[in-house]
């Protein structure tokens, strides 16, 4: 046990202080006190040239133009020729039923891009152009959100500006935020929303367990965290000036309708970008390469970099659901959190990142010298060269993956149980308050047991420094970072167990099964997963 692991161990121990991007999805603005008077500073204008390279053409879709997906064919052998995909409310519940929460999450994506096929999509359009796809179906994407709900939501919730909503307008060339200190209470909301200004609310799944329920599950399908921002429109006004996003973004329009421009990225430079742009004016971007209206149900989907407006037409509000995700996931992104711990490594088991570097080479090195042909300098970057081609064995590439993946476990919604798993697990165990003392509070976990994780991406071993720990989402918030990063360390005789219990999934083992010496340490740890919600049972578990 500690032999296998000792190794990735000391790997881990290497990365102690490299750096760690910050990720930040959805932020909102700092706030704007004074109504409808303070808007946000001006941006300054880019002196990047703008694109000059062909444009691509879009794709556009109705639910005729594209090979059935395989729901699709399910749905007509079950009820006949011409149906159409399920309601979200009967999707979910189909959802509740399968076995493998990667499967959950392809369904469910597959479900919000029909009818076009997923394959197609990450082969065509993903992070490489937008998408348009037209339904003709205005109750496709009913039951995510409304305007009914967002009502409820100021209502019944302590929703705060600035924090969970945004009022922006965006009136002859301005943009500019209104947001008052405090509580967002209905009658001063509603009254901004009849004065022209639009309404994003920052966190939609905070509040609504349906959009949590959604991206939860969708999470899992990125392998990076998923997002959302709800938009609500006045007819004839626009709320934001056009600008490009750091993620990869898609609009699910839930009702009315909008106009939108969509415009190819200016440069090479701003080709999926890391972070968003300032607001453009309408002379620094050129001419759209989509202007299309979006009507209840349809999709529209545009890499990050792809800069956008939308505004309302005079005959219909809007309201729609940006759901985002892969915000610094890129290859960059991985190789900060790999570069500073290679070199690290390499000096200690390779002599040659450890020999001194030419005693003259300050003289022909570095800008003052960049002009100078000297053939020192060709060898002095040669050897460089050299020396970085040899770094690559030395990259501690799995414990820097892990890194990654504990930022992505934190940033991570918890999970939405299903009535069956929520039955099965700890947060359906017996214990309860009767007759004035505490009942059924002992349930026991036996060797026969059959247990399996939660899901797929709840838990997953990560080294940090001398210790192995797993590191979980059950209880993260449903607010972004509100929880710290939610781990276990590891005891060494559980390590390999754990391992098993993951690699098993979707599969129930019996806890007689895990790969630890005694029976002891098995039904230790699967009484401290159980308890941290991070197991259920085949069956529910029954007190004593």
């Not at 100078?372 to 060898?379: G, I």
Request: aromatic share 8%.
């Amino acid at each position: 046990m500690e032999r296998k692991h000792m190794s990735a161990l000391s790997i881990y121990q290497s990365l102690s202080g490299g750096t760690k991007p910050q990720v930040r999805a959805n932020t909102p603005p700092a706030k704007k006190i004074k109504k409808k008077e303070n808007g946000i500073q001006p941006n300054k204008k880019s002196n990047k040239k703008k694109r000059t390279r062909p444009l691509k053409s879009s794709m556009k879709l109705s639910s005729s133009d594209e090979e059935k997906s395989k729901a699709q064919k399910d749905c007509e052998t079950r009820n006949g020729e011409g149906c159409d995909s399920p309601a979200l409310d009967v999707l979910l519940t189909d959802l509740a039923e399968v076995n493998n929460s990667r499967e959950r999450a392809n369904r469910l994506f597959q479900w919000i891009i029909h009818p076009v096929q997923d394959k197609s999509f990450f082969r065509e359009n993903w992070e490489k152009k937008p998408i348009l796809i037209q339904r003709q179906n205005p109750d496709y994407y009913k039951g995510l959100f409304s305007t009914a709900e967002f009502d409820r939501i100021l209502r019944n919730n302590d929703v705060q500006y600035g924090v969970n909503l945004d009022v922006t307008s965006y009136t002859n060339g301005k943009r500019e935020t209104h947001n008052p200190p405090g509580r967002a209470l209905p009658y001063t909301v509603w009254d901004f929303y009849e004065s022209g200004c639009s309404l994003r609310m920052l966190n939609p799944q905070a509040f609504s367990s349906t959009v949590w329920q959604v991206l939860s599950i969708l999470q899992e399908k990125f392998g990076s965290m998923a997002g959302a921002n709800v938009y609500l429109t006045p007819a004839r006004t626009q709320g934001f000036a056009p600008h490009y996003d750091d993620i990869e973004a898609f609009i699910l329009q839930l009702e009315g309708k909008k106009h939108w421009r969509v415009y190819n990225p200016r440069s090479e430079d701003e080709v999926l970008p890391l972070v968003s742009s300032p607001n453009f004016s309408q002379d620094e971007i050129g001419q759209p390469i989509m202007d299309v209206v979006l009507e209840a149900g349809d999709l529209l989907y545009f890499p990050r970099g792809f800069i956008h407006q939308g505004d309302c037409l005079p005959d219909a509000h809007s309201m729609h659901i940006t759901v985002s995700s892969y915000q610094r996931n890129s290859w960059g992104d991985l190789l900060l959190k790999l570069m500073p711990a290679a070199p690290e490594i390499a000096m200690e088991e390779d002599v040659e990142f450890r020999k001194g570097l030419p005693l003259d080479y300050l003289q022909f090195i570095g800008v003052q010298n960049s002009e100078k042909e000297d053939p020192r300098r060709d060898r002095f970057i040669a050897h460089i060269e050299g020396l970085l081609k040899k770094l690559v064995k030395y990259a501690p590439v799995d414990a820097s993956v892990d890194q990654k993946a504990r930022d992505f476990l934190h940033d991570c919604l918890p999970p939405v149980l299903s009535a069956e798993e929520k039955a099965s697990s700890v947060y359906g165990a017996p214990a309860r308050w009767g007759d004035g003392e505490a009942l059924d509070v002992t349930v026991q976990l036996k060797g026969q047991t059959q247990i399996r994780l939660l899901g797929a991406g709840a838990a997953r071993l990560c080294g940090d420094g001398d210790t192995v720990s797993l590191f979980y989402t059950s209880e993260n918030s449903r607010v972004y970072h509100k929880e710290e990063p939610k781990s276990i360390e590891m005891k060494a005789e559980h390590i390999d167990a754990m391992e098993f219990l993951i690699h098993s999934y979707p599969k129930f083992v019996s806890v007689a099964s895990l790969p630890c010496e005694t029976m002891e340490a098995k039904m230790s740890l699967a009484e401290l997963l159980f308890e941290k919600g991070l197991i259920h049972t085949a069956e529910p578990l029954t007190a004593e």
